[in-house]
């Protein structure tokens, strides 16, 4: 499942309000109580509290996941304690990142050849092959010779539930995403169709840096609601709308809040961000 889109409403709604860290055990009875939420000292139940004081709780993800918190540093033990400053365009520490298939190569690009005219040949980009890119030699003559183009294939071996193990079902992306954060302090994910009409992006660095905004930001949005897009099962697990409805409409009713759009994301490595991560990832 693909749940990109509840980034922005995660981080200003129950960010600050929910248990998302290490798991320590008191006394038996208290480790008996956090049975039901950790896998060892990691929490892996998502729980929420709401503004009457109430706690709602999800339920808790397979234990067998929890190795790729570590893998990609997510977990707990890796909260980040310091502040990083925002990495604007030009930065070493600062990168595009971007993925493709061979169906897209035309549109990939026409995104490389863009983001270099407007932000500069030594801008870093890194690239994932999805699938045959790599095979094509001319192809790959190309690529090779564009300054400052980091080519990596993505091994999809990766994700454990091969239900998921697909182009389609878009799981690629956290995991491309995640591991870029590891590297570098301020990411922008685009997709093969983005095209920047100029190399300005501090109406929205500016403001993270600030803290007006949060560490995470996709700026287009869908147009329609949350729910008409969401298999109601993931309710169970991440339990933002505790009255949830199944809707059969496109509009914004009661408390079904807009879909984000993932073709285009801003992430700034704060301790924010790797709570979010943590649990996107495990969806």
């Known amino acids: 499942m693909h749940f990109l889109f509840f980034i922005n409403f995660i981080i200003f709604t129950v960010l600050f309000n929910f248990n998302n860290g290490q798991c320590f055990f008191s006394s038996h009875q208290h480790r008996t109580q956090l049975d039901d939420e950790c896998c060892g000292e990691e929490n892996l139940a998502f729980s929420l509290k709401m503004n009457d004081s109430r706690r709602v709780r999800g339920k808790k993800f397979n234990c067998s996941f929890a190795w790729l918190l570590e893998r990609y540093k997510l977990s707990g033990k890796y909260a980040l304690k310091e502040q990083i400053k925002v990495k604007f365009p030009g930065h070493p520490k600062f990168v595009f990142v971007t993925a493709a298939s061979a169906k897209y190569f035309r549109s990939l690009r026409m995104l490389i050849a863009n983001i270099k005219k407007q932000f500069g040949c030594r801008q870093k980009i890194i690239a994932y092959d999805l699938e045959n890119v790599t095979k094509n030699t001319k192809w790959m003559a190309e690529l090779n010779s564009v300054c400052a183009l980091e080519w990596r294939i993505f091994d999809f071996s990766q994700l454990v539930d091969s239900r998921v193990r697909h182009l389609h079902s878009y ?10 954060l590891l590297e570098f302090d301020t990411v922008a994910w685009v997709d093969t169709s983005i095209f920047f009409d100029s190399n300005n992006l501090s109406p929205i660095l500016a403001p993270i840096q600030k803290g007006q905004i949060g560490p995470v930001q996709m700026p287009s949005n869908s147009g329609h609601g949350m729910n008409i897009a969401t298999h109601p099962g993931m309710y169970e697990y991440l339990p ?16 079904d809040l807009p879909q984000f759009e993932s073709n285009f994301v801003i992430l700034h490595k704060t301790e924010q961000t790797r709570q979010l991560m943590k649990w996107y990832y495990l969806t």
């Open 171 to 180: 799981s690629w992306k956290i995991f491309v995403i995640a591991e870029v």
């Open 240 to 255: 933002l709308f505790t009255n949830f409805e199944p809707t059969k409409t496109n509009e914004w009713t009661g408390n």
